[in-house]
C-alpha cells in the first residue's frame, strides 16, 4: 500500500509537468524556431499568398494565445498535429521511429548497467590494486570522450579499417528487405520469422550503436558503484557483519552492495531517459532510424509540431524514468518507506 500511494502521489505530477514543459516548448519554438513557412517555400515563391495558404494549413495566421490553446488540447487528445517535414501525424512519425530507438536503447542501457556496476565492484573490493586502476582507466576514458567520439573511434576501426561491422547504413544491409513486422525490434522479428540471415545482419548493425551506448552507461555507473561500494565497505554494519561470520559474497552484494545502488539509481534514471529518448549524436553518426535522428532532422528543418512533440515525449520519459527511481529506492531502502508514511 506504500508502495501504491508513493505510484499515485508521484503520477499526480505528471499532469503539471507535461503542462509546463508543452507551455516551454511552444514559446521557445516561435521565439527561436526561425521561420518555418520559409523553410518549405518554393525558391522562386515570393508571393504572400502562397505563405498565408501554408500559414493557414498549419494554424499559424491564428493569433498566438489561439494556437496555444489549440496546441494543449491536442496534447491532452494525443493530436500533436501535423509534421511540416512529413507530412504526416507527429505521433505516427514518432511511434514509426520508436521500436528502433527501443532495440537500441535497451540493449545498451542493460549492458551499461550490468557491466558498470560488476566493474565497480571488482574496483572497490580490491582498492588500488592492478584491476581497480585498469578499472579507473577504463571509467576515465569512458568518461572524458563524448559518445559520437566513442562511436567514430569504433567505427573507423571495426568498421573502416577492419572491416568486421557495417558502417553508418541504419538497421539493415542496404538492399535487404525488413522482417515482418511483430514487436519492431528486427532481431526478434528476424528469429520469430526464422529469418537467419537477418538476424545476423541486424545484429552485426547493432553492434557498434550498441558498444558506443553502453561506453557511455558503464563509465558513470562504474564511477559511482565503486565509490558508494569503498564507502560501504568501511562502514560499522559491514565490520559488524564479517565480525558474524558471514561470507565474503553476502558481506559484498546483500550488505555493501545493497547500500550502494542507492546513489547508482538516480544515475541509471538519467540513462534511461537519455537512451530511450533517443540518442540524437549516436543515431545520426550510425544513421540510426529512431527518435533521436527524427529529433534532430525536425530541429534543423524549424518543424515545430514535430519538434513539441518529441520534446513532449522526452519529458514524459523523465518523469517515468524518476518515477521508477522513487519505486527502487523504496525497494532497495526501507528508511525510504518509513519517510513516505510520516
Same mark, same amino acid.
Given at each position: ?21 508543452? @507551455?516551454? @516548448?511552444?514559446?521557445?519554438? $516561435? ?19 502562397? $505563405? ?7 494554424? !499559424?495566421?491564428?493569433?498566438?494565445? #489561439? #494556437?496555444?490553446?489549440?496546441?494543449? &488540447? ?26 528502433? @530507438? ?28 592492478? %584491476? =581497480? ?28 579499417? !577492419? ?7 541504419? $538497421?539493415? /544491409? ?59 565497505? +568501511? ?18 552484494? =546483500?550488505? &555493501? ?8 539509481? @538516480? ?16 543515431? /545520426? ?7 533521436? +535522428?527524427?529529433?534532430? #532532422? ?13 520534446? !513532449? ?5 523523465? %518523469? ?16 525510504? $518507506? ?5
Amino acid at each position: 500500500m506504500q508502495l501504491l500511494g508513493l505510484i499515485a502521489r508521484r503520477s499526480a505530477w505528471v499532469i503539471p509537468v507535461a503542462l509546463g514543459v508543452a @507551455t516551454l @516548448t511552444f514559446f521557445f519554438a $516561435r521565439i527561436f524556431g526561425g521561420d518555418p513557412i520559409g523553410q518549405y517555400l518554393p525558391l522562386e515563391a515570393s508571393d504572400d499568398a502562397l $505563405r498565408d495558404a501554408i500559414a493557414a494549413r498549419y494554424g !499559424l495566421d491564428l493569433p498566438l494565445w #489561439q #494556437q496555444y490553446l489549440n496546441f494543449l &488540447a491536442g496534447v491532452f487528445t494525443f493530436d500533436l498535429g501535423e509534421s511540416m517535414s512529413t507530412g504526416q501525424p507527429v505521433l505516427n512519425d514518432i511511434l514509426s521511429r520508436l521500436p528502433a @530507438t527501443l532495440e537500441l536503447a535497451i540493449f545498451g542501457l542493460t549492458f551499461g548497467t550490468i557491466f558498470g556496476i560488476v566493474i565497480g565492484v571488482i574496483a572497490a573490493v580490491r582498492p588500488d590494486g592492478i %584491476v =581497480d586502476w585498469f578499472a579507473r582507466g577504463i571509467v576515465i576514458g569512458g568518461m572524458a570522450m563524448p559518445s559520437f567520439v566513442t562511436g567514430l573511434i569504433l567505427m573507423l576501426v571495426f568498421a573502416v579499417t !577492419l572491416g568486421v561491422l557495417p558502417g553508418p547504413v541504419g $538497421r539493415r /544491409s542496404v538492399g535487404s528487405e525488413p522482417p515482418p513486422q511483430v514487436t519492431g525490434f528486427y532481431v526478434v522479428d528476424s528469429l520469430l520469422a526464422g529469418n537467419m540471415d537477418m538476424f545476423w545482419d541486424s545484429l552485426a548493425h547493432l553492434a557498434l550503436p550498441i558498444a558506443t551506448l553502453t561506453i557511455g552507461v558503464m563509465a558513470p555507473v562504474a564511477r559511482v558503484v565503486r565509490s558508494a561500494m569503498v564507502e560501504s565497505l +568501511q562502514s560499522e554494519y559491514v565490520r559488524t557483519s564479517v565480525a558474524m561470520g558471514h561470507g565474503q559474497t553476502r558481506v559484498w552484494f =546483500d550488505h &555493501a552492495l545493497r547500500n550502494a545502488l542507492l546513489p547508482t539509481v @538516480t544515475l541509471l534514471a538519467e540513462a534511461f531517459s537519455f537512451t530511450f529518448g533517443g540518442a540524437i549524436l549516436v543515431e /545520426s553518426i550510425f544513421g540510426w532510424p529512431g527518435i533521436g +535522428q527524427y529529433t534532430l #532532422q525536425v530541429t534543423l528543418a524549424s518543424d515545430f509540431p514535430s519538434l513539441q512533440g518529441v520534446v !513532449l515525449y522526452a519529458a514524459f520519459l523523465t %518523469v517515468l524514468a524518476y518515477l521508477i527511481a522513487d519505486v527502487l529506492y523504496m525497494l532497495i531502502d526501507p528508511r525510504t $518507506r518509513t519517510a513516505v508514511r510520516v
